[in-house]
């Protein structure tokens, strides 16, 4: 059975430091396809880092240069870490991964959406202050 567990986030001011964690059980971060998703209260949850197939790391324009996502691979664990924060990142956040045999994350895409990723972590509230 594949599990994804989430640890860290919590809350933050402006401009701060969060780091979110997802350690994965009876699943292989390597190789996999393995996102960050958030989703915010009325939105629909939205990709904002991922690894791809290859193992290449890829961020929505507006978190690019403050976030970054990582791979242990001994610990078998993705990591987000997220520097100067900011309100509108106030969100739960959202470790997904897919296996490279499925077809989307085979395709060697990005943003491969909701639909891509059968294996979820369990969400981690992420509040930012002004």
């Known amino acids: 059975q594949v599990r994804l567990f989430q640890s860290g986030g919590g809350s933050a001011q402006a401009g701060g430091s969060l780091n979110l964690s997802c350690t994965a059980s009876g699943f292989s971060f390597t190789p996999a396809c393995v996102a960050w998703f958030r989703q915010a209260p009325g939105e629909e949850r939205l990709e904002v880092a991922e690894?791809?197939?290859?193992?290449?790391?890829r961020y929505r324009d507006f978190v690019q240069g403050r976030f970054s996502i990582s791979r242990d691979t001994a610990a078998n664990t993705v990591h987000l870490q997220m520097n100067n924060l900011r309100p509108e990142d106030t969100a739960v956040y959202y470790c997904a991964a897919a296996s490279v045999t499925s077809r989307e994350c085979y395709s060697g895409g990005w943003f491969l959406g909701t639909s891509a990723y059968p294996y979820w972590g369990q969400g981690t509230q992420v509040t930012i202050s002004s």
């Open positions: 690894f791809n197939k290859f193992g290449s790391p």
